[in-house]
């Protein structure tokens, strides 16, 4: 059985007990949820840095997992899912890989966004790479710098992709439709112009 350490302070034990007591602005459905989508034990995150320490962005901008792995335990829901570094992480997986908890730090990065695109929080950045996919099959479309590269490395101008398969855009127009993400995309820009 876990021992309880006596402080002589019923309040001070009662709020120890309890991991949400400090925040206003807590929701402690957002842990739940974060969880659910994620399919990953974010509650079992006990903050030593490893995913940080291997996270390919944290050297090279403000944003820290451990931070945001912070916020899911204590369902931070605003500070989540309105930051702006919520979108650097590149989804590599290396903190997935290290944990020593075994939690997987990059899906509740997904998890959040997710969330996050429910209310239409989504970068101006990531709505243009949907129109891109949408009309080309491609993130980044071939352009005429590269089509020239590949041609000089005796390669076909289009790559065995979309672009030189084009009759394969229709497909993916389907599955964007699908899930409405064009037109999801289209609406959030057109009301930020
Ligand atoms: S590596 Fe795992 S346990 Fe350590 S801070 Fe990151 S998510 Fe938490
Ligand atoms: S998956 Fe994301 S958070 Fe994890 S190490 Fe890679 S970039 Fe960093």
Redesign the pocket.
Known sequence: MAREKDYGNPSLEAKLKDRYYYSDDTNRDFTKEVEKIGRTIAHMCYQCGT?TG?????PRSSYR?RLFMRRAVLGLEEEALTDPDLWL????????DRCPRDIA??DV?MAMRNLAARRDIVPRNFLKTVQAIYTTGHGVPNNDVNRAARVKLGMDAEPPTTCGFPEYIEGIKAIIDHYGLKDRADKILSEGE
């Open positions: 995913c291997s996270c390919p962005s944290a997992i992480c590149t989804t590599c997986y290396s903190c997935t730090p990059t990065i």
